[in-house]
């Protein structure tokens, strides 16, 4: 079975900042997808960015990037330009290409930001 | 669309009692997820059902789970009887069933049992 593991339980950064977020994972399929997930006071699960594990190129949409490695299997998220909004709890996931479906989800980092 | 809608938003029932969390996924969404969130185990798949039909129930933790899916879009899942340990958050999510990303969640059921 996959696993996904955040050895981050909680991170802080200043406002205007840049946080990079770890995420590795373990998995003996080629073929998968990962994912970033920000979760609110609010409770929705918002998706952040997505990877496709046959992409070498890293996701970026705007403030967000990753450094995938899948060689090392690891999944990082960097936010650049930390803002009061982007504090939540931030889920790695991830999901075969193929077979079965759902995610896998890490246990969370929380992300505080510092005005 | 008004995304995945789940009822009711917050659930305090008594131990013993049944309680029923409720989903409307997405229309045109033919794959729907049930999710429970604790502290300690984090966001775990309980059931996922494709074209209303459940495909993979492994994640219920007991027999007192049970979920339906009587059309494409609703889906209940009940717990009989509930015990202070069920107390959770529960979300439901759907998507596309031929893609493998584009999963939607609904805001989540909090649900307290006493």
């Known amino acids: 079975a996959q696993t996904v593991t955040q050895s981050q339980p909680e991170m802080s950064v200043q406002e205007a900042e840049t946080v990079t977020l770890s995420c590795t994972y373990d998995?003996?399929?080629?073929?998968?997808?990962l994912f970033w997930y920000k979760q609110p006071p609010s409770r929705q699960m918002i998706l952040v960015i997505r990877q496709e594990a046959y992409k070498q190129q890293n996701a970026t949409e705007n403030r967000f990037s990753v450094n995938f490695q899948k060689a090392a299997k690891s999944f990082s998220l960097k936010i650049s330009d930390s803002q009061l909004g982007d504090a939540a709890m931030y889920f790695c996931?991830?999901?075969?290409?193929?077979?079965?479906?759902?995610?896998?989800f890490g246990k969370g980092t929380h992300l505080i930001i510092q005005p | 669309d008004a995304g995945v809608i789940q009822s009711p938003r917050h659930e305090v029932t008594e131990m013993g009692q049944e309680v029923t969390l409720r989903c409307k996924p997405i229309s045109g969404h033919n794959s729907l997820f049930w999710y429970r969130q604790t502290m300690m185990r984090g966001l775990e798949l309980l059931i996922y059902?494709?074209?209303?039909?459940?495909?993979?129930d492994s994640g219920m933790p007991e027999d007192r789970f049970s979920a339906k899916m009587p059309n494409a879009s609703f889906s209940t899942l009940k717990i009989q009887p509930s015990e202070p340990r069920d107390s959770a958050v529960y979300f439901c999510?759907?998507?596309?069933?031929?893609?493998?990303?584009?999963?939607?969640f609904g805001s989540g059921t909090r649900l307290t049992v006493v």
């Open positions: 996931a991830y999901r075969n290409g193929g077979g079965a479906d759902g995610l896998t």
């Open positions: 059902f494709n074209n209303n039909v459940p495909i993979d």
């Open positions: 999510a759907s998507k596309f069933g031929r893609l493998p990303y584009g999963y939607t």
């Open positions: 998995t003996s399929e080629s073929d998968y997808y």
